[in-house]
């Protein structure tokens, strides 16, 4: 069974530009969480999203945003990058609404230059 | 709200010897409470997980976890530590209300010498 992928692993862009990572959870999850994780604030939570709804949200300004599809797969947006939104970006699947544990996937590098 | 307190950031120890990492988390209700591990530029790996029941979980790559609600814990423990159990192991926390939502205390990386 596949687990969670992201991609794409690394990713480098430039301060004002905005980025979108992908994320497929593994095959009959329907929740996807994403958490950004840097060395200062640690790990975060950023948004959930079970069958194409957001249903949870972090406490992020609104140049974060995500989206769910139908095939449960995600993406998150960044518009506006800044230098402090450098990070690994980690998306997690779960089984489905109520909660169950959670599987992450090996995350997205953001370096903002 | 949820919150969780690991409050050993670095932790070393030698080959063989018993490891026991702290969490303390802080929730009105009865948590789900995780412990993942995490390797370096990798995601994060789930080792144990306590939803109710007994309060001694057992996990993977020999490591147990104990619930005290006493005591707000949830302390991980492994009896013979591994070079490989070298890593950063975070605690995390979890509740119904907030859907899938987990709260992560700041995370422990462990040494081991040899």
């Known amino acids: 069974k596949a687990g969670v992928t992201q991609t794409p692993r690394y990713l480098i862009k430039t301060r004002g530009q905005q980025v979108t990572l992908s994320c497929s959870p593994i095959?009959?999850?329907?929740?996807v969480s994403w958490y950004q994780q840097t060395p200062g604030q640690g790990l975060q939570f950023l948004f959930e999203y079970f069958s194409e709804t957001q249903r949870n949200k972090g406490n992020f300004p609104g140049r974060f945003s995500g989206r769910q599809f139908s095939n449960s797969r995600s993406e998150m947006n960044v518009s506006t990058l800044e230098l402090g939104d450098s990070a690994l970006y980690l998306c997690?699947?779960?089984?489905?609404?109520?909660?169950?544990?959670?599987?992450f996937g090996q995350g997205t590098r953001l370096t903002v230059v | 709200a949820q919150s969780v307190t690991q409050p050993d950031i670095h932790i070393t120890v030698s080959e063989g010897a018993s490891l026991e990492l702290r969490c303390n988390y802080s929730?009105?209700?009865?948590?789900?409470l995780f412990w993942y591990v995490q390797s370096p530029g990798q995601g994060l790996q789930l080792l144990l997980k306590y939803f109710s029941g007994d309060t001694l979980v057992q996990g993977i790559k020999g490591f147990e976890a104990e619930f005290k609600r006493s005591q707000s814990s949830f302390n991980l423990r492994k009896p013979s530590v591994h070079w490989s159990d070298a890593a950063e192991y975070f605690c995390?926390?979890?509740?119904?209300?907030?859907?899938?939502?987990?709260?992560f205390g700041a995370g422990t990386i462990l040494r081991v010498k040899s």
């Open positions: 997690a699947s779960s089984l489905a609404g109520e909660f169950t544990e959670a599987f």
């Open positions: 095959s009959g999850h329907r929740s």
């Open positions: 929730y009105g209700a009865t948590p789900y």
């Open positions: 995390a926390v979890g509740a119904e209300e907030y859907g899938n939502k987990l709260v």
